[in-house]
Nanobody, 124 residues
Framework: VQLQASGGGLVQTGGSLRLSCAASGRTFSSYGVGWFRQAPGKEREFVAAISWRSISSTYYSNYVKGRFTISGNNAKNTVYLQMNSLKPEDTAVYYC?????????????????WGQGTQVTVSS
C-alpha cells in the first residue's frame, strides 16, 4: 500500500489543521493506521492511531488527547487527523503509517508502510 500525507501548513497558536492520509494500491481494510511526528533533534513519536478493522477503535498519545481526533473514510480510503488548539510544541513533520500487525501498535518500527511526511508549524 502507498500512503500520501497532506494538509500540513503554518498556523498560529490555538489554530486548527486537518491532515489527510490517502492510501493507494490496496485498501486500508486490513490495516491499522497511525500518525507519528518528528521534531528537529527528537525521535519520531506516536500521535494517534485507528484500527481499520474496527473504525471506532482510536488511540491517542497523552500529549494530544482531547485536542486531536483521528477518523477514517472507507469510501475514500483516507484517514484524517483533525488537530485543534495547536501549540508551538506540536510543530513537527507528521507522518502517517500503516501496519497489518495486530493492533494497536505504538512504536514507529512496528509499522511497515509510511507516507512522505507533511510539515506542521505552529507559531507563538
Amino acid at each position: 500500500v502507498q500512503l500520501q500525507a497532506s494538509g500540513g501548513g503554518l498556523v498560529q497558536t490555538g489554530g486548527s489543521l486537518r491532515l489527510s492520509c490517502a492510501a493507494s494500491g490496496r485498501t486500508f481494510s486490513s490495516y491499522g493506521v497511525g500518525w507519528f511526528r518528528q521534531a528537529p533533534g527528537k525521535e519520531r513519536e506516536f500521535v494517534a492511531a485507528i484500527s481499520w478493522r474496527s473504525i471506532s477503535s482510536t488511540y491517542y498519545s497523552n500529549y494530544v488527547k482531547g485536542r486531536f481526533t483521528i477518523s477514517g473514510n472507507n469510501a475514500k480510503n483516507t484517514v484524517y487527523l483533525q488537530m485543534n488548539s495547536l501549540k508551538p510544541e506540536d510543530t513537527a513533520v507528521y507522518y502517517c503509517a500503516a501496519t497489518q500487525k495486530s493492533f494497536p501498535r505504538w512504536a514507529f518500527d512496528e509499522y511497515d508502510y509510511w507516507g512522505q511526511g507533511t510539515q506542521v508549524t505552529v507559531s507563538s
